[in-house]
């Protein structure tokens, strides 16, 4: 369950959080209770979100940013599913790898995503926009002139913007959504300590690999 309690349909007063619950839940579901949206998801970054009416309208205002947007959505959808890869959310990446299917990206394409270092399913263009974002999330920003200068070759200075700021904007989502163990991020920890079996007990090890 995710780590902030989730606000009841009972206790919403914001029509525009109402709206949501609506339209994605259903208007005769409490979606902190009854879980699931149209989309299949949990729908707990909804009703988590709605602790914050400001927080909620500024995120829902956030993802239509793209409406008119220029750029191919193809190459946003190829930017988001790659952050959401890099930083580890398993909702925000598979959220957009649902999103380019229904684009009409080949299946082949979006399971490269992962290993696309290595796959020859991707465009040159493709493949800027793919390390463009990994400088993005992984390099906090530091983007290489060779990479930039294949997407201002191809693309225009608003579409090169359109392309960092969403990709960022759902970098920050990814974020979000694991702190809070939101969605298909409410996973416990990986990485924990493998204790040593009863009787066993631990020794210098760092003397026994040195030969010391």
């Known amino acids: 369950m995710p780590r902030l309690r989730e606000v009841p349909r009972a206790e919403v007063t914001d029509e525009r959080i109402l709206f949501y619950y609506d339209r994605l839940f259903g208007p005769d579901k409490d979606p902190a ?20 009416p400001d927080v909620f309208r500024h995120a829902v205002r956030g993802f239509a940013v ?3 947007a220029t750029l191919d959505p193809a190459l946003r959808e190829l930017g988001q599913s790659r952050a959401g890869f890099a930083r580890g959310s398993q909702f925000v990446f598979s959220q957009h790898c649902k999103q380019m299917r229904s684009l009409g990206v080949p299946e082949e ?20 926009v793919l390390a463009y974002t990994d400088a993005l999330v992984y390099d906090g920003g530091r983007v ?13 200075d608003k579409e ?12 920050m989502h990814a974020t979000i959504c694991r702190a ?25 090890l760092s003397a026994d690999l040195s030969g010391a």
Request: net charge negative; no cysteine.
């Open 66 to 68: 793209y409406r008119n």
């Open 180 to 204: 809070l163990r939101l969605e298909y991020d409410d996973r416990p920890e990986q990485i924990e300590e493998v204790q040593l079996p009863e009787g066993v007990e631990a020794g210098d």
């Open 160 to 171: 090169i913007l359109e392309l960092t700021y969403i990709t960022t904007l759902y970098d």
């Open 33 to 52: 209770v009854d879980h699931g949206t149209i989309h299949a998801t949990p729908g707990d970054w909804w009703t988590v979100f709605a602790q914050s």
């Open 109 to 128: 394409k979006i399971t490269a995503i992962p290993h696309w270092q290595v796959s020859d399913m991707f465009t040159p263009l493709e493949r800027a």
């Open 144 to 156: 290489s002139d060779e990479v930039f200068a294949v997407l201002r070759d191809a693309l225009s």
